[in-house]
């Protein structure tokens, strides 16, 4: 318990996120499945570019970019050892990531490929990076 007291709001996230398959695979789930809609255009809510476009992934990319400085700093470039430089390529991620989804809402970018990257591909992506990092930590 004192060690969890301890621990980072970031790493509880990614715990919570995908420690356990079935929050794991629930998570993929609800990702694939929101994410497939609304790249086909059956859902056309903004609502769901809001959340499963832009906010999760930049979640998502902050708790990557925090659990690869905690877990696998050994193997990673020499950019991926000081935390200024993982915050500031994280903000760099976070900010693409958002000019990707205003673009998509404006309709300038409002591809299949667009959406189905910003809405389906990263989030899965993110979330098996977040499970690799995470199994590797404990091992």
């Not at 189905?116 to 989030?123: D, E, G, N, S």
């Amino acid at each position: 318990m004192n060690q969890q007291a301890k621990e980072h709001i970031l790493h509880f996230w990614t715990r919570n996120l995908v420690e356990k398959p079935g929050a794991f695979s629930f998570n993929l789930f609800l990702f694939l499945s929101f994410g497939i809609l609304y790249s086909f255009r059956v859902l056309r809510s903004p609502f769901i570019l809001l959340v499963f476009g832009i906010i999760t992934p930049v979640i998502l990319t902050i708790c990557l970019y925090h659990m690869s400085g905690v877990s696998l700093q050994h193997l990673l470039p020499k950019v991926f050892h000081k935390k200024t430089s993982r915050v500031f390529l994280a903000l760099l991620d976070c900010s693409i990531i958002t000019l990707l989804g205003i673009l998509i809402y404006r309709g300038i970018l409002n591809f299949f490929f667009f959406r189905f990257l910003q809405t389906v591909m990263l989030p899965i992506l993110y979330l098996i990076m977040l499970r690799v990092l995470l199994l590797s930590e404990h091992n």
